[in-house]
């Protein structure tokens, strides 16, 4: 994922800060920037690498901007990392959880009452 912040719409709030002090800056300008790696990216056409721990942090940060100013990038697929092999298929687990032995059980079925 890719993040950069457009200045020009930047109310320097701080709240990227406080939602990713990782990720975000404030500088003197009062205006906020995104750190990449040990470096802060000033020019307004860089973007920074968001690391994948702090994804959550980052779109948190976007949703809540006042400036509403932070962009977030998806990079295009490609190959899966080595930490992604304990990742399901997403019908593998709900066929295991409605299998009727676990929580995925599905409900009885209820007939209305007549009056």
């Known amino acids: 994922m890719l993040v950069w ?9 701080g709240l990227c800060v406080d939602r990713c002090p990782d990720l975000f800056v404030v500088l003197e300008d009062g205006i906020g920037y995104v750190h990449d790696g040990g470096s802060v990216l000033t020019d307004p056409i860089a973007r920074g690498l968001v ?51 676990g929580p995925g059980k599905p409900a009885r079925s209820v007939s209305p009452r007549r009056s």
């Open 51 to 101: 690391p994948g721990r702090l994804e959550r942090d980052a779109i948190d940060a976007a949703e809540h901007c006042p400036g509403e100013c932070i962009y977030l990038e998806v990079e295009s697929p490609g190959q899966p990392d080595a930490d992604d092999s304990d990742i399901q298929d997403a019908d593998i687990v709900i066929d295991r959880c409605n299998d009727g032995t």
């Open 5 to 13: 912040i457009d200045q020009d719409c930047c109310t320097g709030a």
